[in-house]
């Protein structure tokens, strides 16, 4: 995880998933000697970070899009352009 935490700071949360996945957490957590909810928690902090990245890209380029702020066509061509092999 990305910062140390007290307990205070912690919450608690339940949730259910398929016998696969717990065995799966048991598993990495035994690999790398760090308890079940270290690793839950681990695994949650990545995909939050990714998603929420994703998702605030998006927005903006959704939020640019309403604003009328698109590219044209030749910054599309000259965009792809860019990337074909010589």
Same mark, same amino acid.
């Given at each position: 995880?990305?910062?140390?935490?007290? @307990? !205070?700071?912690? *919450?608690?949360?339940?949730?259910?998933? %398929?016998?696969?996945? /717990?065995?799966?957490? +048991?598993?990495?957590?035994?690999?790398?000697?760090? @308890? !079940?909810?270290? *690793?839950?928690?681990?695994?949650?902090? %990545?995909?939050?970070? /990714?998603?929420?990245? +994703?998702?605030?890209?998006?927005?903006?380029?959704? @939020?640019?899009?309403?604003?009328?702020?698109?590219?044209?066509? %030749?910054?599309?061509?000259?965009?792809?352009?860019?990337?074909?092999?010589?």
């Amino acid at each position: 995880m990305a910062r140390p935490v007290s @307990d !205070r700071d912690m *919450v608690t949360v339940s949730f259910r998933c %398929e016998r696969e996945v /717990r065995d799966s957490l +048991d598993e990495v957590a035994k690999l790398i000697e760090r @308890d !079940r909810s270290w *690793v839950i928690n681990a695994a949650i902090e %990545e995909y939050l970070a /990714r998603e929420l990245s +994703d998702l605030r890209s998006i927005a903006r380029g959704l @939020d640019q899009a309403r604003r009328g702020e698109l590219a044209s066509d %030749e910054q599309v061509k000259a965009a792809f352009d860019a990337f074909k092999p010589t």
